[in-house]
C-alpha cells in the first residue's frame, strides 16, 4: 500500500514539474535610457565598473545576463523574484532618477552591505564564482562608493 502511495506522489511530482516547465516569468529586460545610468552621472573608474559588472549588474541594472538555469521552473521564478528584487532596492539602470539624499543612502548602502557581505548574495555567487568580492575589491568599491556619497550635495528640507 504504502508502496502504491509514493509511486502515485512521484507520477504526480514529476507531471507537476512538467506542467510548471510551461509558467515561466517574463525575463525580457526593460529598456536602458543611457542617460539615466550610474556612468551618465557620476565617474565611475574603469576598475569599479569591472567590478561591478561582475559582481552587481545582474540583479541591479536593466542589462541582466539571464544564465541556462533560469529557463527552469520553478527556480527562473525564484530567479525572477530576486532580480525584481535587487533593482527595487537599487537599480544602476535608472540612477540619475534618484533624488539626492536617496543616492546618498544607497551609496551608504552599497559600503555597508559589501562589508557584512551581504552583497553580492551567497545564493548568486555559489553559482557565479567570479562574482565573489576580494577583500581588496571591497574596499576599492566601498572607498569610491563613500567618495561618491560625500559629492553628493542634499538640498535643505
Known amino acids: 500500500m504504502l508502496k502504491k502511495i509514493l509511486k502515485i506522489a512521484a507520477i504526480v511530482i514529476v ?18 535610457n543611457e542617460a539615466e545610468t550610474l556612468e551618465a552621472s557620476v565617474q565611475v573608474p574603469e576598475n569599479i565598473k569591472a567590478i561591478m559588472n561582475r559582481s552587481c549588474s545582474d540583479c541591479h541594472t536593466n542589462t541582466t545576463v539571464y544564465p541556462w538555469y533560469s529557463q527552469i521552473s520553478p527556480v527562473s521564478w525564484w530567479l525572477k523574484n530576486h532580480i525584481d528584487e535587487g533593482r527595487r532596492e537599487l537599480n544602476f539602470s535608472v540612477w540619475a532618477t534618484y ?12 559600503c555597508e552591505q559589501i562589508n557584512e557581505k551581504e552583497m553580492p548574495l551567497p545564493s548568486y555567487t555559489w553559482a557565479h564564482r567570479d562574482a565573489i568580492l576580494s577583500a581588496e575589491e571591497s574596499k576599492v568599491l566601498c572607498d569610491w562608493a563613500t567618495a561618491e556619497k560625500a559629492k553628493i550635495e542634499i538640498p535643505p528640507a
Not at 507531471?15 to 536602458?32: G, S
Not at 533624488?99 to 552599497?110: F, H, Y
Open 99 to 110: 533624488q539626492p539624499k536617496r543616492k546618498a543612502k544607497k551609496l551608504e548602502e552599497v
Open 15 to 32: 507531471a507537476a514539474l512538467i506542467v510548471v516547465q510551461f509558467i515561466r516569468p517574463d525575463f525580457t529586460n526593460p529598456p536602458v
